[in-house]
């Protein structure tokens, strides 16, 4: 069965930067969209960045555009999330996920949606 599996997180000062990486592990059936999310302490989950696999179209939160780059590399089916400028309103949970449907992250445009298990980002 597919698995996603999340590197690249840990501890960095404001102003840093930092980047995560999901590996989709076994075949991901049509779920043609990848993206990340983020749950900070008593927060909802927010959808961070999003990209459509076949043409490699990104969609950015409101938070987190202008600082934040999501890519691909099709070879590894790894998903790369570039961050700089961290703040510290950035700490949260970066969970990877992978579905069906648009890049927007909404959850009504999620079908059939997979999560990776969480890497923890602190930014101090």
């Known amino acids: 069965d597919v698995q996603l599996v999340e590197s690249g997180g840990g501890s960095v000062q404001a102003g840093g930067s930092l980047t995560l990486s999901c590996t989709a592990s076994?075949?991901?059936?049509?779920?043609?969209?990848m993206g990340w999310f983020r749950q900070a302490p008593g927060k909802e989950r927010e959808g961070v960045a999003a990209?459509?696999?076949?043409?490699?179209?990104?969609y950015y939160g409101d938070s987190v555009k202008g600082r934040f780059t999501i890519s691909q590399d099709n070879a590894d089916r790894t998903v790369h999330l570039q961050m700089s400028r961290l703040t510290p309103e950035d700490t949260a949970v970066y969970y990877c996920?992978?579905?069906?449907?648009?890049?927007?992250?909404?959850?009504?445009?999620?079908?059939?949606?997979?999560w990776g298990q969480g890497t923890m980002v602190i930014v101090s």
């Open positions: 996920a992978a579905w069906r449907g648009s890049y927007y992250c909404k959850p009504e445009d999620r079908f059939l949606e997979i």
């Open positions: 076994g075949s991901t059936h049509s779920r043609h969209t």
């Open positions: 990209i459509y696999t076949f043409s490699g179209s990104p």
